[in-house]
T-cell receptor, first 114, second 115 residues
């Protein structure tokens, strides 16, 4: 079945450091890929998405590129801020699915210190 | 900004008791979902709901679970007889009509603790 694997946390960084969170997936066909973020005390929010191979999703300085050849969708940010401290979830939606059923990774906690 | 709201934020219950978790989706959304996250594990899909019926459910969503949209605003998840393993964070989500790319809007979650 479909699955998502992302790197374990917590990831602790200093402000202005470079952030990478690895995410790989297993799926039949061509899924859509997502990164969701959960800030403390809030619900999951869509951060960015990509719906086909080589698409790059970007938002709030974060980027991720849909790599079909490596089945990956790694999240990157060039210079993190304390406000980026959150839990980040990689997720996929199967192509044939139209009901929004998402397969999530385990989540990666990111802690950014001043 | 419109948001999905969930109540209660935390509920503690005894094993075998019935629990109802409530959600108010965003007003113009017509697809509704429940997900859950057991502590330390992945966020898991439970059920999707559209046009007043379940459109899809996971293996987790057995006969102990039910969903309902009793009026024009609320969307509820009922667990008939809670078990210890039902302890988890339950997330409600909603989506607009026609958005078939998984852009779900999630609530803050309801934490259920079964003793």
């Amino acid at each position: 079945g479909d699955s998502v694997t992302q790197m374990e946390g917590p990831v602790t960084l200093s402000e202005e450091a470079f952030l990478t969170i690895n995410c790989t997936y297993t799926a039949t066909g061509y899924p859509s890929l997502f990164w969701y973020v959960q800030y403390p005390g809030e619900g999951l929010q869509l951060l960015l998405k990509a719906t086909k191979a080589d698409d790059k999703g970007s938002n709030k300085g974060f980027e991720a590129t849909y790599r079909k050849e490596t089945t990956s969708f790694h999240l990157e940010k060039g210079s993190v801020q304390v406000s980026d401290s959150a839990v980040y979830f990689c997720a996929l939606s199967p192509t044939t699915d139209s009901w929004g059923k998402l397969q999530f990774g385990a989540g990666t906690q990111v802690v950014v210190t001043p | 900004e419109p948001e999905v709201t969930q109540t209660p934020s935390h509920q503690v219950t005894q094993m075998g008791q019935e629990v109802i978790l409530r959600c108010v989706p965003i007003s113009n959304h017509l697809y509704f979902y429940w997900y859950r996250q057991i502590l330390g594990q992945k966020v898991e899909f439970l059920v999707s709901f559209y046009n007043n019926e379940i459109s899809e459910k996971s293996e987790i969503f057995d006969d102990q679970f039910s969903v309902e949209r009793p009026d024009g605003s609320n969307f509820t998840l009922k667990i008939r007889s809670t078990k210890l393993e039902d302890s988890a964070m339950y997330f409600c989500a909603s989506k607009v009509v026609g958005a078939n790319t998984g852009e779900l809007f999630f609530g803050e979650g309801s934490r259920l603790t079964v003793l």
